[in-house]
């Protein structure tokens, strides 16, 4: 996702949690950092696109 609510959804429903630096989430990023209330949850991957995202679980999964 690229939001800190698309993550917390997502961790809610126990999924691999991805912040996307594109649209909302380089803002996000940089609350995360400044802000302790939007801090990212624990284990959130961070790539700079939906690309990149797919590439880095593709590339994950074949290692398994």
Known sequence: GDS???????LEMDCALWL???GKGARTLVAAEQDAE??????????DDLFGAVDK?????AAH
Do not use: C, E, H
């Open 4 to 10: 800190l609510r698309d993550l917390k959804a997502g």
């Open 20 to 22: 996307v630096k594109t």
């Open 38 to 47: 939007s801090a990212l949850p624990y284990a959130t991957q961070i790539a």
């Open 57 to 61: 679980i593709l590339k994950g999964s």
